[in-house]
């Protein structure tokens, strides 16, 4: 079957292109069918592990998964480009232990290429795993599988060291074959002056309007997720009320025994008598 899906090629073109790249994350397949009509790039973002599984952050979730949830979205997806995130221990060891790992990504899933954190750290990496045909997406900044090591989210670009870090690891993921990089928590100046300096997409989050793209986690811009969010999300929607009044719709009935009515229970024709057939 022909491929309709936007390929690697496609979003790499989109560098410098006027209209931003729309990127979302997915984990499942019914959202992704929700989405994929309105985006170009659907991340499966290890993110997963906090929306879905309530981990406290990224650093629970295994390649398993990933695998799962990248299946899941692929079964929805007809015109998005979608790339799976490589989880927390599954790619830092060497560079061949994450061609093991993101190989099976790709073969699992079906998915179009795989994202990995790190800049210079990885540059080795990403440079062994594109020169054997797996697209990489990197992943600069705020980097969430470091926020042990980190301290926490720590937003980047603050100061002339952190500034010069980030642009050596824009170049670096660059120049080891990555076709598009997501820069997230970074000060916007920053965010856009390796937007200007480099030659593959950028795609923000809490980054620059200037960026050849953008990305929220999904459940963040539809209200869906308790507590308060970064700074970075806008909410378009409030799904979490509109669940609640739902369900306390549902609940009312329930009691009062208006649900189910007539319209949701099945009849019999009128020969057949319960009595006689007990
Ligand atoms: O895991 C994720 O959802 C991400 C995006 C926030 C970029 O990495």
Request: proline share 5%; with cysteine.
């Amino acid at each position: 079957m022909e491929n309709k899906r936007i390929t690697i090629p496609e979003i790499a073109a989109h560098k410098g292109r006027a209209e931003p790249l729309v990127c979302l994350t997915a984990y499942t397949t019914p959202m992704a069918r929700i989405l994929d009509p309105h985006v170009d790039l659907l991340l499966v973002g290890d993110s997963l592990g906090m929306v879905l599984y309530g981990m406290e952050n990224t650093l629970g979730v295994d390649l398993e998964m990933m695998i799962n949830h990248g299946k899941a979205v692929m079964r929805g997806v007809e015109k998005s480009c979608v790339i799976v995130d490589m989880p927390f221990g599954s790619y830092e060891e060497s560079p061949e232990h994450a061609y093991r790992n993101a190989m099976r990504v790709m073969k699992e899933t079906g998915c179009d290429g795989i994202k990995l954190e790190g800049g210079t750290d990885m540059a080795e990496t990403i440079k062994y795993l594109t020169a054997r045909n797996i697209p990489v997406m990197g992943h600069i900044g705020l980097q969430p599988q470091s926020v042990l090591k980190d301290g926490g989210y720590k937003v980047k670009g603050r100061t002339n060291h952190e500034i010069s870090s980030l642009l050596d690891d824009a170049r670096a993921v660059e120049e080891s074959g990555a076709f598009a990089v997501v820069i997230e928590g970074t000060v916007e100046d920053v965010a856009a002056e390796i937007t200007r300096s480099t030659n593959i997409p950028t795609i923000g989050i809490g980054a620059s309007p200037d960026c050849d793209g953008q990305i929220l986690v999904t459940e963040d811009m539809i209200g869906l997720l308790e507590g308060p969010s970064a700074k970075f999300v806008k909410e378009y929607t409030n799904v979490k009320d509109d669940i609640a009044a739902a369900v306390s719709g549902y609940a009312g009935e329930v009691r009062s025994r208006k649900f189910p009515s007539t319209e949701q229970t099945y009849t019999r024709p009128k020969a057949v008598d319960v009595k006689k057939a007990s």
